[in-house]
């Protein structure tokens, strides 16, 4: 619904709790996260849609939050790194990075795990091929992938 000047109410749920935000429609997912939501876990570097360190997951599926309006949103359900992990526990693919030792700067981390984690809902006994292809939009410039790899088979392993 439009609101002033330019502005739209766009309700939606982030890590299970409902929001809701007044954004311009041309406002980013990942501006709306940050900003005005205050989660900064999801990382903004290139801002173009060509790293993946903005990676989110909507409605369970992993998306650039740069490249996605927040009114798009509208209504559904969007998961950011601050939410996997649960009762103060780290989510499995968290542990599995910290395991593999799968991050060096951890621009791209957020990122990563995002995909892995909608990759193991998928498939919860992912190949090296089968994480390689879900993190194939991440870019790592510290060249962390076989880490990555690693950490992506290995949190297949454990128990979510």
């Known amino acids: 619904m439009l609101r002033g000047p330019g502005e739209a109410d766009i309700a939606f749920t982030v890590n299970g709790a409902p929001a809701k935000v007044r954004a311009a429609p041309r406002r980013t997912l990942l501006d709306t996260l940050r900003e005005t939501l ?4 999801t990382k903004k570097v290139c801002d173009e849609g060509t790293c993946g360190a903005c990676t989110v997951l909507v409605d369970g599926r992993p998306v650039y939050s740069c490249m996605t309006l927040a009114i798009t949103c509208e209504g559904k359900s969007i998961e950011t790194i601050e939410g996997i992990s649960k009762d103060g526990e780290l989510h499995p693919v968290q542990r599995a990075f910290i395991d593999a030792d799968a991050f060096q700067c951890g621009f791209c981390t957020p990122g990563q795990i995002m995909s892995i984690v909608a990759l193991l809902r998928e498939n919860s006994a992912p190949t090296e091929d089968d994480v390689r292809r ?12 076989p ?3 690693k950490a992506g088979v290995s949190a297949g392993k454990r128990k979510s």
């Open 38 to 41: 205050a989660l900064t876990g």
């Open 134 to 145: 879900a993190v194939a939009g991440n870019l790592c410039r510290c060249g962390a992938y």
């Open 147 to 149: 880490n990555i790899v």
